[in-house]
């Protein structure tokens, strides 16, 4: 089964930097684009941006334009979210999911979700 | 802050047919790009529940569809079963912002 295992929950300071990491399992890591979506407590989702794992290749949400950083390790099948300047909006659960091409064009599978909060 | 509307509510008793509306723009559904919909169960990730407006994925119900027409798309259920209390969401493209964008959800509740 494709599998996405994201990293722990966590705790940051206002104006601190977090990096979450997605590990993708039992699927060409290379082959499929990842994205990364978060939720904030009782919101909707909101898409932020992906990363072409093959080249490296990133576009962010204009919003999160100059704060987000989003990489990979090929060799460790990893994709990572680094999101700095952290504000107490920024609390929220962060989803890596793959996409899926044409026909499909959709998000499938998503990792479990890791919840970052922002607090002073 | 969502582009693509659809109703915060909907409600059914078990077996009846509920419908959710996801209303979109000419740069988004009315674009032509594909709508799809998720399920987020209570404390988990959302599921893809159909794929290029109309399309289910193996081991989705039938009694899930999709449909799109113009600058809305519609998600029906029928014969509502309590384990589909959930929340759902539409997905598209926008030209506009080049960028992917949900809907602003809709929480379902089995009567």
């Known amino acids: 089964q494709v599998q996405l295992v994201q990293s722990g929950a966590e705790v940051k300071k206002p104006g601190a930097s977090v990096k979450v990491s997605c590990k993708a399992s039992r699927y060409t890591f290379t082959g499929y684009f990842l994205h990364w979506v978060r939720q904030a407590p009782g919101q909707g989702l909101e898409w932020m941006g992906w990363i072409n794992p093959n080249s490296g290749g990133t576009n962010y949400r204009q919003e999160f334009q100059g704060r987000v950083t989003m990489t990979r390790d090929t060799s460790i099948s990893t994709a990572y979210l680094e999101l700095s300047g952290l504000r107490s909006d920024d609390t929220a659960m962060y989803y890596c999911?793959?996409?899926?091409?044409?026909?499909?064009?959709?998000?499938?599978?998503w990792g479990q979700g890791t919840l970052v909060t922002v607090s002073s | 802050q969502s582009v693509l509307t659809q109703p915060p509510s909907v409600s059914g008793a078990p077996g009846q047919r509920v419908t959710i509306s996801c209303t979109g723009s000419s740069s988004n559904i009315g674009a032509g790009y594909d709508v799809n919909w998720y399920q987020q169960l209570p404390g988990t990730a959302p599921k893809v529940l159909i794929y290029g407006n109309s399309n289910r994925p193996s081991g989705v119900p039938d009694r899930f569809s999709g449909s799109k027409s113009g600058t809305s798309a519609s998600l029906a259920i029928t014969g509502l079963q309590t384990e589909d209390e959930a929340d759902y969401y539409c997905q598209s493209y926008d030209s506009s912002l080049s960028g992917y964008v949900f809907g602003t959800g809709t929480k379902v509740t089995v009567l």
């Open positions: 999911a793959r996409y899926l091409p044409s026909p499909y064009n959709s998000f499938d599978p």
